[in-house]
Nanobody, 124 residues
Framework: QVQLAESGGGLVQAGGSLRLSCAASGRTFGDNTVGWFRQAPGKAREFVAAIRGSWGFKHYTDSVKGRFTIPRDNAKNTVYLQMNSLKAEDTALYYC?????????????????WGQGTQVTVSS
């Protein structure tokens, strides 16, 4: 049984930083695509970032470029979302998701496994 477990969410002031973790169990994801999504109250779920392939290609939505990074630690079977310069509009429930593929995808329906989410709240 594949499981993804997010952690690291919390309350932070605008301009601060948080690091989210997504730990996988049940199988190793290695080069497969792992992404982060978020959903704010009353809004649709949106793609945030993804990492894929043996070279670790990274993709970001425009609103987080230059502020968020998505490092991966294959030894720990964990993907992170390092969030800097946080803004109030980053407030959301953050999910990690994984694919049975190393190709890029920014639509949630393309992902095969999901975590339960971790709340990030940024106070202005």
């Amino acid at each position: 049984q594949v499981q993804l477990a997010e952690s690291g969410g919390g309350l932070v002031q605008a301009g601060g930083s948080l690091r989210l973790s997504c730990a996988a169990s049940g199988r190793t994801f290695g080069d497969n695509t792992v992404g982060w999504f978020r959903q704010a109250p009353g809004k649709a779920r949106e793609f945030v970032a993804a990492i894929r392939g043996s070279w670790g290609f990274k993709h970001y939505t425009d609103s987080v470029k230059g502020r968020f990074t998505i490092p991966r630690d294959n030894a720990k079977n964990t993907v992170y979302l390092q969030m800097n310069s946080l803004k109030a509009e980053d407030t959301a429930l953050y999910y990690c998701a994984a694919r049975n593929s190393a190709s890029y995808a920014d639509m949630g329906a393309s992902y095969d496994y999901w975590g339960q989410g971790t709340q990030v709240t940024v106070s202005s």
